[in-house]
């Protein structure tokens, strides 16, 4: 059953449109765009977790879809999602850390897949590797973080995916702290 859209989720994506005119205004003005990152949902994508990705899209009043695999977390964006992009889904690492999220939709407006290829780069400048005519085509950003973006606009079947090369991987230290196994006791 797809999330009810709340009030408060237009309010974030009214303000998350409103943050990419103020990028539309310093690139005209000759200064270069501010990130330097890849930021999903306003959340750096390097080592990003989860549950933090998760308490955001709560905080914006989107749940997770039940999910059958371990690592698959899916999210509707509602009937017309964010320029037609309507859902989200998270693989993550053992750890608990996003390796890749993909959002995708069957956006049938030029207008909106336009508008999505143009709204990438004046928030990440000119893309690393292919071509956007008009913000239509497949292109790649690469980040210095390990991340990367990838769009694909040039049919109706539009996906955006974020990767992170190399997510955060909790390890074990082989130590055994006996004061702390100690004051169990």
């Given at each position: 059953?797809?999330a009810?859209?709340?009030?408060?989720?237009?309010m974030?994506?009214?303000?998350?449109?409103?943050?990419?005119?103020?990028l539309?205004?310093?690139?005209?003005?000759?200064?270069?765009?501010?990130?330097?990152?890849?930021?999903?949902?306003?959340l750096?994508?390097?080592?990003?977790?989860?549950?933090?990705?998760?308490?955001?899209?709560?905080?914006?009043?989107?749940?997770?879809?039940p999910?059958?695999?371990?690592?698959?977390?899916?999210?509707?964006?509602?009937?017309?999602g964010?320029?037609?992009?309507?859902?989200?889904?998270?693989?993550?690492?053992?750890?608990?850390?996003i390796?890749?999220?993909?959002?995708?939709?069957?956006?049938?407006?030029?207008?909106k897949?336009?508008?999505?290829?143009?709204?990438?780069?004046?928030?990440?400048?000119?893309?690393?590797?292919?071509v956007?005519?008009?913000?239509?085509?497949?292109?790649?950003?690469?980040?210095?973080?390990?991340?990367?973006?990838?769009?694909?606009?040039?049919t109706?079947?539009?996906?955006?995916?974020?990767?992170?090369?190399?997510?955060?991987?909790?390890?074990?230290?082989?130590?055994?702290?006996?004061?702390?196994?100690?004051?169990?006791?």
């Open positions: 059953m797809p009810k859209v709340t009030p408060v989720f237009i974030v994506v009214f303000a998350f449109f409103m943050g990419f005119s103020a539309a205004k310093a690139e005209v003005s000759g200064v270069s765009p501010p990130f330097s990152e890849a930021k999903l949902f306003g750096p994508l390097n080592d990003l977790s989860v549950s933090r990705l998760d308490n955001q899209l709560n905080s914006m009043g989107l749940r997770s879809y999910s059958y695999k371990d690592g698959v977390v899916s999210y509707s964006l509602g009937p017309e964010i320029l037609g992009v309507t859902s989200v889904t998270i693989y993550s690492n053992r750890s608990g850390y390796r890749q999220a993909l959002l995708s939709g069957v956006v049938e407006s030029k207008e897949r336009k508008a999505l290829g143009e709204l990438l780069i004046r928030k990440y400048g000119d893309p690393n590797e292919g956007l005519n008009d913000g239509i085509g497949r292109s790649k950003w690469f980040f210095n973080d390990g991340t990367m973006i990838e769009l694909h606009n040039t109706y079947d539009v996906s955006l995916m974020y990767v992170d090369e190399s997510p955060k991987v909790a390890t074990r230290s082989g130590k055994i702290d006996v004061e702390a196994l100690s004051r169990k006791n």
